[in-house]
């Protein structure tokens, strides 16, 4: 099984971006399924988080312009960034609970978002 991100770019402040998620391999089905993002020298932070029932939950200071979703029949989860902030910049990390049988948390590789004020 693996995660793919992708979407990741450099953009203005204020600018949006659309990242995507997607899971491969042998799935019986995907749980949660969210997005972390790091800057260097820091820990990881998480962002958002969408349940399999597509209920979402959203750090404080990306509430009102971050927006997560999934499409479950792609396995793929989306994390849509508007009015970007430069503050915003960091490695954004997915990652999901995936049963296959056995339940286990993966992680897909990071892609790079650069917000230039």
């Known amino acids: 099984v693996q995660l793919q991100a992708s979407g990741g770019g450099s953009v203005q402040a204020g600018g949006s971006l659309r990242l995507s998620c997607t899971g491969s391999?042998?799935?019986?089905?995907?749980?949660?399924m969210g997005w972390y993002r790091q800057v260097p020298g820091k820990q990881r932070e998480w962002v958002a988080t969408?349940?399999?029932?597509?209920?979402?939950n959203y750090a404080d200071s990306v509430k009102g312009r971050f927006t997560i979703s999934r499409d479950s029949a792609k396995n793929t989860a989306y994390l849509q960034m508007n009015s970007l902030k430069s503050e915003d910049t960091a490695v954004y990390y997915c990652n999901a609970e995936i049963r296959t049988p056995k339940l286990y948390v993966y992680w897909g590789s990071g892609t790079l978002v650069t917000v230039s004020s």
């Open positions: 969408v349940t399999r029932g597509g209920f979402t």
């Open positions: 391999g042998s799935i019986f089905s995907i749980n949660d």
